[in-house]
Each structure stands twice: as C-alpha cells, then as structure tokens.
C-alpha cells in the first residue's frame, strides 16, 4: 500500500547520483525526489554542476553512479538552455516533427494542443528563425511538452529574455504545473526560483549543499533574505 | 606592444589547439611537400620498365653497306623515359602490374630481322596497366622519340635502298653471304636488247618478244629512279605495338568522365552528409535528438543514406547525360549505378565523419575542401611518375580516402578496367565501416 502510494506521488527520483568526465568529478551523489505537480529550483554558481544534472535526469548523459527513477527520456521533457528547434522549419513543422519522434500517438492533436497553450496559433506557418527571442523559447519548451510528460526539466529558461516575456514564459509552465506536470529549472536567478519553487536545491562543484524549501533554506543559513542566505551558505561551506 | 600582445597570444591560442594546428598547418604542410614531389618529378621522365632480348652479337644489322647499330635508337629512346631495367618480360610485367613503372618498353629478339627484312614495319612491344592517365603519359614520350629514332633509321634505310636501285639500274657488285655477283643492271639490259633488235629481221619470230622486254626495260630504266622519293617517305620502320596488361585500355576521354562523375559525387555526398550534421549542432538540437529520441547510429545513417541518394541521383543524371555525347555503352548501366552507391555511401560516411567534428556547417565545408581537393591530385598521381617510396606513401593516402577506391569502381563498370568493380566496391565498404566508427566516436557526448 505504501509503495503504491509512493508510485503515485514520486515523479521523479534520483539517489546517490555522479558524474566524472575524464577524472574530474561534475556532480557527486545527489539525491532527490520530485512529486507530482512540485517546481524544484536548482541553484548554484556557474560550474556547479546544474547543467550536468539536469542532462542525466533527461537522459541524454549517463550517469557514472547512482540510480534515477525512471531512467532514460520516457516520461520527461527536456528543455535545453539554447534553443534546440530547427529555424528553417515553422512553429507546426517544428512540434510535428518532435510529437512524431517522441512517438506521440496523435501528432496533429498534440501540436494543436500546444499552439493553443503557447498562444502562437496564428504564426504556426511562420519559421522560427523569425520570431523573437521569447516566442523562440516558448516553441523550445513547447518541444518539451509535446509528449505530454510527467517531468519537465528547463535549464536557465528565462536567461535570455525580458522581463514580460518572463512573466509570460512563468504563466505557461505554471499552467502545466497546476495540470500536474513536475518541473525542475536550473537558474542564477533566486528571485525567480523562490517565486515559483517549491524546493530548491543547492549544487557547488558538483556536490549537493542544500535540499528543501526557501523557508528552509534562509533558517538554515540564519538569514531573511533568500540572496543573502544562498550567498552565505555557499560561504560557510567554503564556496 | 599591442601587435606583439595580440600576437602572443594567438600564438599560445594556436599551441592549446593541436586538432588546429594540423588541420590548418601540419596537414596543408604534408600535402604540399607531397603535391610538390608529385609535380618536381612527373610528367617529364616517366619511369618505364626495359628489356632489350636482341642478343648482344646481334645488335648490329648489316644492309648493303650500311650498318645499323640498334643501341644508337636505344639511347634515343632513354632521352624520353627514365629506364627501369629488367632481365626478363615477366618482370617488366610484374613492374608495370605493381605501379613500380608507368609502362614496359620491350625490345623484342626480331627486331633486328624484321628491319633486315624490310618487309614491313619492325615492332617494339609497350605494355601499359591500363590506367589511361599513366598510357597518356607514356605513349606521347616514346611516340614522339619513336618518331626521332624512325627518321634516323629511315634515311639509313633509303640509303641502303639507293644502293640497291643504282645497282639495279645501272650495274655493279653485289656482296651477299660472302658471294660477289656482278650485276649487269637495267640501262645495260636495255642497250643491249636495242642493239640485238637493230640486227634483227623484222621477220624475226622472237622479235615481237624481245620488243616487249626491251619497252619493259625503258619503262624500269625511266620509273625505278622515281622510287627513290617513295622509299625515302617510309617514315615509320619501327613501330610502337600496345597492349595493356589486363585486357582493356580506358581511352583518356572515357577515363574523364569517370573522374568528373567521381568528383562530383565526392563533393555533393561529402558537402551534403557533414553540412547536415553540423547543422543539427548549430541548431542546438543534437543533445535534444539524442536523447533517446535517435540513436547516434541512426542520425548518422540518416545524414549518410541522404547524402548518398541525393548524390546518386545526380551522379547518375550526369553520367547518362555525358553518355549522349560520349560513346558509353548504356548496357552496362546497373553496374555504373552500384559504383556510383558504392561511391556515394562512402563519401556520404566520411562527410559524418567530418561533420561530427565541427560545430558549423561553414566549418564543415570548408574542411570538407581543405581535405578533399589535395586527395583528389594525389589519387590521380599516376604511378611510376614519382619515385617507389613517394608512390608508395600517394598511395596508401589515397587508399584511406574513398575517391580513389570510387573513382576505380566507376571506370571499372564504365569502362570495364582493372581492378575490378568488385574489389573496389569491397575497399568502398571496409571505408564505410571506418568512417562510420570514426563518426560515432566523433559524435559521443
């Protein structure tokens, strides 16, 4: 009963996971789990590891050690920091191609489903080396979602746009979360990751300083303000 | 101070980018010298095989008082080939066969009876390997000293035909196999018949005959002086007699167009394979493919098979469009087409080889040139025209890289030469197995 309960709930969990490239260790035994419908943040100076997480939790590198439930791309989205869609392709030919290699059993559904959610119906013909940099990226996680996952994982998705296009960008994924969509983001920005984080966790050089709520993370560091207590945590752990 | 900063610093830029520095420098540096020794030391003095079988006692050939010395031609013909000599035919063969020499220059043991004979023209066997370019090569220098050697020789020879005439015509000794003969000669016949017949009856029963003779003998005595420029316009005593060692000649024309269809496969398939997979990196779209979406081996046959078949399809337009003005025989069509995919998959398997290098499709092109164009001289190096060792380093470059192998199928199931299409399709697939474990290790993450 309580590991059924546990199915249910857990959407994505990783234990004791590393990576090493060529003797130098990137991330060094993490674990985490991710609930339904639940935004994690991960934070942490440049170098720390985010990325290299983020690419073993979507299956496109293989961890060194450790476990990851589910493992590979089944059931996750993934959504690069660069926007990974084809320019010369338009919004529809780009969505089609990725519903059909995801193996989505109704494309023309799914691509009408996402031109719907993204509000970019009426340019679904315009090629998307045309549009500007915030459509660009709603098409990119648009990509992510194709498949209708239960993770979807973003790395740095606002590092390149404005302000409204933030916002807009937060509205859409937000709406995915409240359909039960789990996210995790990696970002610099803490302000963006207190605003929509349920959990945060805090990576330097590879390794897993923190995991838990904002809340708990500005009591732990014994500081009110969630940029001061990132600041200070890193600093007491010799960062 | 800032040109000595700037230049410091590109200089450490360029030691801390070794795949750079051979690509832009080592490698330029390598196909240069070779390109170079390529060039220094062909066409002028193509590498021949010779065998000289007259036996020394036989070298000189005694006409009328005339002697021929045939070593005095034998040198002629050094002045235009750089002579390999050998003991025996079938080593001359086996030099020609293994691109030790361009072509054999054989000397046969009749030749000297053959020019005492003067029954026709006298004969000196080349032998080629087939390789239109090498026969090219060869023929326009022993032809052209052939031609020097036959103008010597064939003033010797009217010479010696003078002798014979005047003799004829006017009298004289004869020397043969150690005989003189005294030979009366034609303007004596004839002033003997006409005394003869002044003291004739006109009643004479012989007379109508020795009338006959006798207008014979004016005729000869007017017409045999008039041979003499006849004679002297036999230009050609000795000629060249080709053969090639494995069957069939590819003439020039028809080699020229497997070359022009190979290097236009080369550079759609190789241009097209790693300008597409560059473009999934610069699209950013490489991690998003690979993770689990694709497998690498399926990205890679994806861009290969693309590549392949547009080039195929173009190829092969153009080779049936050449086919219209050049005689090409378009029975054997199925087999131009299986060189043509041999080709095409090849160079299509070494574009992803290149393109999983690079981040940029520019990048990717301009690499596909900087490595093709040079390989593409080297393989057309004909051999024999360089040194052993030079020849022997051309060729193992040339092997690696398909046009060589692709160019070879295309001739064979054009023009049927050697090696066959067979073996060329087999050294085609051992390239695309290598290329494609190259592109899969140049591709991992």
Redesign the interface.
């Known amino acids: 009963m309580a590991r059924s309960a546990k199915l249910v709930t857990v959407a994505l969990e990783a234990a004791g996971l590393s990576k090493r490239f060529a003797g130098r260790v990137a991330v060094h035994n993490v674990s985490f789990t991710l609930k339904a419908g639940e935004v994690l943040a991960l934070i942490g100076p440049n170098g720390a590891g985010k990325t290299t997480l983020l690419?073993m939790l979507?299956?496109?590198?293989a961890p060194s050690a450790g476990e990851l439930h589910p493992s590979?791309?089944?059931g996750i989205g993934?959504v690069?920091q660069?926007?990974?869609?084809?320019?010369k392709l338009s919004i529809a030919e780009n969505l089609r191609l990725?519903a059909r290699?995801?193996g989505v059993t109704e494309p023309e559904t799914a691509v009408d489903a996402m031109l719907e959610q993204t509000g970019l119906r009426e340019r679904s013909d315009d090629a998307v080396g045309r549009l500007s940099g915030g459509n660009r990226q709603r098409v990119n996680i648009a990509?992510g979602l194709i498949a209708n996952p239960a993770v979807l994982l973003l790395d740095e998705p606002t590092a390149s746009l404005d302000p409204r296009q933030r916002a807009r960008l937060w509205e859409f994924i937000n709406l995915r979360v409240a359909a039960g969509t789990s996210v995790a983001f990696a970002t610099h920005e803490i302000g963006e990751a207190e605003r929509y984080a349920s959990q945060l966790l805090l990576l330097a050089d590879g390794e897993m300083l923190f995991l838990g709520s904002p809340a708990e993370l500005c009591t732990a560091a014994q500081e009110g303000n969630l940029d001061r207590a990132f600041l200070a945590l890193l600093a007491a752990r010799g960062h | 101070m800032a040109l000595r900063t700037l230049l410091g610093k590109d200089l450490r830029i360029l030691a801390r980018s070794p795949v750079l520095v051979v690509l832009l420098i080592a490698y330029p540096v390598v196909i240069a010298v070779l390109i170079g020794l390529a060039l220094s030391s062909s066409p002028a003095l193509p590498r021949v095989a010779f065998l000289n079988e007259i036996a020394p006692s036989q070298s000189t050939i005694t006409l009328g008082n005339e002697q021929i010395h045939t070593t005095r031609y034998e040198r002629e013909l050094f002045a235009a080939i750089q002579p390999v000599m050998v003991s025996t035919r079938a080593q001359a063969l086996a030099d020609v066969r293994d691109g030790k020499t361009v072509a054999a220059l054989i000397i046969p043991p009749e030749l000297p009876e053959q020019l005492a004979n003067a029954a026709g023209s006298a004969y000196v066997d080349v032998i080629y390997n087939g390789d239109a370019i090498n026969q090219a090569l060869v023929e326009e220098a022993i032809e052209s000293k052939l031609a020097q050697a036959n103008v010597l020789l064939a003033a010797q020879l009217s010479r010696v035909a003078d002798g014979y005439i005047d003799l004829l015509l006017t009298g004289g000794d004869l020397h043969f196999l150690g005989s003189s003969f005294d030979v009366l000669g034609l303007v004596h016949a004839q002033s003997i018949l006409a005394a003869v017949l002044s003291r004739l009856p006109p009643s004479s029963p012989v007379r109508h005959a020795l009338v006959q003779v006798d207008a014979f003998a004016k005729i000869a005595v007017a017409n045999l002086g008039g041979s003499r420029q006849v004679i002297g316009a036999v230009a050609a005593p000795v000629v060249a007699r080709e053969s090639v060692i494995s069957g069939r000649r590819t003439p020039l024309s028809e080699y020229a167009v497997a070359v022009a269809v190979s290097v236009s496969l080369m550079f759609i398939a190789i241009l097209l394979a790693s300008g597409m997979l560059a473009l999934e990196r610069e699209e950013n779209t490489l991690g998003r493919l690979r993770r689990g979406l694709v497998s690498t081996t399926q990205l890679l046959a994806e861009k290969a098979l693309l590549a392949a078949v547009t080039a195929v399809v173009v190829s092969f337009v153009m080779l049936c469009g050449i086919g219209l003005f050049v005689p090409l025989g378009f029975g054997r069509a199925g087999l131009w087409l299986l060189a043509i995919c041999g080709g095409a998959l090849a160079f299509g398997t070494l574009g992803v080889a290149m393109g999983a290098l690079v981040r940029e499709v520019r990048a990717a092109s301009l690499l596909v040139l900087l490595v093709s164009l040079p390989l593409v001289f080297l393989a057309l190096v004909p051999s024999g025209s360089v040194s052993g060792g030079l020849y022997d380093v051309i060729r193992v470059i040339s092997a690696v890289f398909p046009f060589k192998a692709s160019l070879e199928a295309l001739d064979a199931a054009v023009n049927q030469s050697q090696p066959s299409l067979a073996s060329a399709l087999a050294h085609l697939a051992a390239l695309i197995a290598g290329f494609g474990a190259l592109a899969r290790v140049a591709l991992r993450p």
């Not at chain 1, 979507?58 to 590198?61: D, H, I, K, Q, R």
């Open positions: 690419s979507a299956g496109g590198l590979g791309a089944a993934w690069p660069q926007t990974a869609i084809y320019s990725f290699l995801e990509v």
